[in-house]
């Protein structure tokens, strides 16, 4: 009886090309899913043959044969084209409640030329775990198949360890062994369950503390548009600016939502690009650029801000000195950087600027609220990584308190109530004792009554976020046994 391989080789020859363009599609879809999603959601994405020396993305034509003759009773154009897995997909998601939200990222970047076949969750099938989804396209006369399989990152540790084993043994796999390993798969789905609920109690934690710090955020980006009145003159380019920023602030409801492929998206960032494009208009363009961003913080948000803010350094000191901008905005790039969540640039864009000789046209109080702001977001981000050289934290901490005293003496509004926060946030990120916690919290909850009336929703939103972290500290103390005479 003919084996059919022939006509399988025959298949995969005619429409190679459109299998490829199947995956290709898939492909792109998950690495936008992972850009939208991120690598704590996506761990991996990975086709067949991966980690081998010579890999072919198709399935081998002998086993197609066998299987379309298996399933089917013959092999044909139409039975090989049922097949679900000649070119397939893995995407390995961190944990078992992210296979939904991937699923749907896939079905919204792949666009309608791409449908969904089928899809099936595989719950302790022989062991196995693994959500599968079929993807097909029409190609000519055939709707051709691709299997994009969804594991979490044990199940496919798990898979790919016992692959060749299971998959291709010599031989009958003894039932025991196969009892054996369904078991140690099932107690993995436990691990992840058990690992997802760790996860969702870290996250509990994380989100009161996110809450009151998205609070304090928002309330830079507000002062950073207000602070300056003069900016938004209805007249000539500044009319054009402000209408522009007047559309951003209508599209906030849409723009965390909307694919990036949109047209009113593409359309929204292209009015952004145009207006950074302009000398006379940059300095509006990149705090629109940077708004969008806050709202939309996805890696490709921040990279497009990132270009805009490099173009607006690369012309402000020019527009300082012929007095057309003035130096708090310059000043405000890292805290807008700061305001997205991205300390570490914070810190690079601060150090760079105090740097720069072309900024030696900023005045000896701006460079000091620019340090004093470097300093926080240092001392912010040694609190949650600390560093492991002592010296390195030794130097952030005196430099730190060096910062709030010099603040305190310069003309800057708000700089009582700055210096006593900066000071309590030292006190709680370097402390070795409950009692160092307890007067750094005295400190943040003092320094909002020093604060100026403008700037005292400011100043109790970083009260309270400086607090918050101060009770963290002080029970992590207690439970690590750091406890004094109370």
Known sequence: MDSGFRRAEKFLEQYRHDYLDLLDRLQQAARKARETLGPSVIHDIYGRGHGLQVASPFKDARKIAFKARRDYGRVTNETIAKLNDIIGLTVVVQYPDQVEPLRKALRKFLGNAIKVASQETHRDRNGYFASH???????????LRCEVQIKTLLHNAWSAKMHDLTYKPIGMLDPRLRALMGSIASTLESLESQSQLIRDMIKAGWNVEQDTRRLAREEIFSDLLRWNHELWKSSGV???????KVRIEEAEAWIAQEPTESARFDELIAAVKQ???DPERIRFG???AGRIATLRPDREM???????VDQWLDTASHQIVGGKARGEEVGAVPLMLYVMGELDLAI???DQILADSNFNCLDADRRVSIAFNRSNFLVEREYHYPSADKSQRDQIKSEALATAQDIETADVPGAEAGAADLRGLVAITFADTMDEVREGIRLCMNAAQHSPADEQD?????????VR????????LEILGGATAM
């Not at 500044?238 to 522009?244: F, N, P």
């Not at 972290?469 to 992590?476: A, I, K, N, S």
Request: charged content about 25%.
């Open 238 to 244: 500044e009319a054009e600016a402000l209408r522009l």
């Open 348 to 350: 690079d864009y601060s």
């Open 469 to 476: 972290l101060g009770w963290r500290r002080y029970f992590e």
């Open 133 to 143: 989804v079929v993807y097909s396209k029409r190609c000519v006369t055939e709707d």
């Open 458 to 466: 400011l100043s109790e939103a970083y009260a309270d976020l400086n």
């Open 275 to 277: 207006c950074c494009s």
């Open 302 to 308: 921040i990279r497009f801000f990132i270009s805009q």
């Open 286 to 288: 990149w705090l629109f």
